[in-house]
C-alpha cells in the first residue's frame, strides 16, 4: 500500500471520528479528546526525554488527565468552578516531588510540565467550552443545529490543506527555513485565502435564521477564520520547533501516514485558545 493511499485512508477515519465525537454528545467528544490529548502529553514527554530535557514522564500524563477532566467537567456544567482549584495543590505536588526524585534536572521536570498543560491539556480542554457553551451560538448566529466546533475543525483542515497544496504548486519564498524548510510564504497566503473562504460558505449555511439582526455571523466567521489559520500556523510551527530540539521528525506514529497526536493537532495549540478569547469577549 502506497504512503499516499495509507494517508487518505487514515485521514478519512482520523475526520469522520472526530466529527462524529463532536456531533453525538459532549461527553463522547470530551473523552475523545481527553485521549488525544494524553496521547500528546506522552509525545511530548518522549521528545523532550530524546535529549534529556525532562524525565517527568510517569507525573506530566497523570497531571493532564486530573486537568483536563477538571476544566472539561466544570465547562459542561458537570462540577462547580470552586472544584477547578484542586488543580493548585496538584501543581504544588510537582515541586514536593523532585525532592524525593534525586533527578539532577529537577525544575526542567517542573517547568515541562507546567508547559504541557499550558500548550496541550488547556487548548484540548478549551475545544469542549467553545463546543458546547449555547451563549457562543447566540453571539455569532449560530443555529442550534449545527456545531461551531465542526467549523472550527472545517476551517482548520482546509487552512492546513490548502497552504499545503498552494506551497507545493506556487512556493518561492521560505517561511521560517530554519524551524520548518518546506513552509513558503505562498501556502500560508494560499491557507489563509482558502480558510476564509470556507469560514464564509460555513457561515452561510448555518445561519440562524431567527437570530438578532444586528449580528453579522458571515463577519464573525471571517475574523475566525483568519484567527484559526494564522494562529494554526504558528502552533503548527512551534510544534515543529520542539521536534527539532528533540531532533525527530514526527511526534510519534500512532496515525499510519501521519506521524502522531502532535503532529496532526498542533493547528489547535494556539487557535482553540485565542478562538476561545474572541467569543468571550465579542
Not at 514522564?57 to 468552578?81: Q, R
Not at 447566540?138 to 497552504?163: P, V
Not at 494560499?190 to 438578532?212: E, N, P, R, W
Not at 455571523?217 to 494564522?230: F, K, Q
Request: proline share 3%.
Amino acid at each position: 500500500m502506497s504512503n499516499l493511499v495509507l494517508r487518505s485512508i487514515t485521514g478519512v477515519l482520523f475526520v469522520a471520528t472526530i466529527i462524529l465525537c463532536i456531533s453525538w454528545n459532549k461527553f463522547s467528544a470530551g473523552l475523545l479528546f481527553l485521549v488525544f490529548s494524553t496521547l500528546g502529553t506522552v509525545e511530548f514527554y518522549q521528545i523532550l526525554n530524546k535529549k534529556e530535557l525532562s524525565n517527568n514522564t510517569k507525573y506530566g500524563p497523570f497531571v493532564n488527565v486530573v486537568v483536563y477532566s477538571l476544566l472539561t467537567l466544570a465547562f459542561i456544567e458537570i462540577i462547580d468552578y470552586r472544584f477547578l482549584f484542586l488543580i493548585v495543590p496538584l501543581l504544588l505536588i510537582l515541586v514536593v516531588q523532585e525532592l524525593f526524585m534525586k533527578d539532577t534536572i529537577p525544575y526542567q521536570n517542573i517547568s515541562s510540565t507546567l508547559f504541557g498543560i499550558l500548550y496541550i491539556t488547556l487548548p484540548f480542554a478549551a475545544l469542549n467550552y467553545i463546543s458546547f457553551n449555547e451563549e457562543f451560538y447566540s453571539k455569532i448566529g449560530l443555529s442550534g443545529n449545527w456545531s461551531l466546533l465542526t467549523g472550527f475543525f472545517i476551517i482548520l483542515w482546509t487552512s492546513d490543506s490548502m497552504a499545503y497544496l498552494v506551497g507545493r504548486k506556487f512556493g518561492k519564498h521560505k517561511l521560517f527555513p530554519r524551524i520548518s524548510p518546506g513552509k513558503t510564504w505562498e501556502g500560508f497566503i494560499g491557507g489563509v485565502f482558502f480558510a476564509v473562504i470556507a469560514g464564509y460558505i460555513y457561515s452561510l449555511v448555518t445561519k440562524d435564521v431567527q437570530a438578532d439582526s444586528t449580528i453579522n455571523a458571515s463577519l464573525h466567521w471571517i475574523v475566525m477564520s483568519l484567527i484559526i489559520s494564522v494562529f494554526g500556523m504558528l502552533g503548527d510551527l512551534s510544534e515543529s520547533l520542539l521536534k527539532r530540539s528533540g531532533g525527530v521528525k514526527d511526534s510519534g506514529s500512532l496515525l499510519p501516514g501521519h506521524g502522531g497526536v502532535l503532529d496532526r493537532f498542533d493547528g489547535i495549540f494556539f487557535s482553540s485558545p485565542i478562538i476561545l478569547t474572541y467569543l468571550l469577549f465579542i
